[in-house]
């Protein structure tokens, strides 16, 4: 793959937008937008990452947690269910989770378990792909 290359150019907008949702959550931004967000680019995954994320469950599945601000139902629905996930409460009341599956993990710690969970999403894809660094510069 060329710099010039399109298919190097929607990776590396999709990674600075996860990036993005990364730098929300640790601001404590809304969580419904980022989940959101977060879903519509599982949708449209380039190919190198599409493999990472699994079986996408339906939209309407997905609509449905939102609309009901059940936040955790719709951070495991985008987790999916080839991955293994731990959630721990260290004694600060945060929640801490890990995710893993036979190729990668990431863990993070949230004030939600929403929150962790859709960070720790996030750290996976970074992990399972060498994109540990994500120092990226991006606009608003």
């Known amino acids: ?3 010039n290359d399109p298919q190097r ?3 590396d907008i999709w990674v600075t937008r996860l990036a993005w949702i990364q730098d929300r959550l640790r601001e404590g931004r809304n969580i419904e937008p980022l989940l959101r967000h977060a879903f519509h680019l599982a949708q449209i995954a380039p190919l ?3 493999n990472l994320l699994g ?3 339906s939209e309407e599945a997905y609509e449905a947690a939102l609309a009901h601000e059940d936040w955790d139902r719709a951070a495991n629905l985008l987790l999916g269910e080839h991955v293994r996930i731990a959630r721990l409460t260290p004694s600060s009341g945060v929640m801490a989770v890990i995710v893993r599956d036979e190729r990668s993990s990431g863990s993070a ?3 939600t378990y929403a929150q962790a969970a859709l960070d720790a999403w996030i750290a996976r894809i970074f992990d399972a792909t060498g994109l540990n660094d994500t120092s990226f510069i991006y606009l608003d």
């Open 48 to 50: 190198k990452f599409a």
């Open 1 to 3: 793959m060329t710099d």
């Open 9 to 11: 150019l929607v990776a």
């Open 109 to 111: 710690i949230g004030g």
């Open 55 to 57: 079986d996408l469950i």
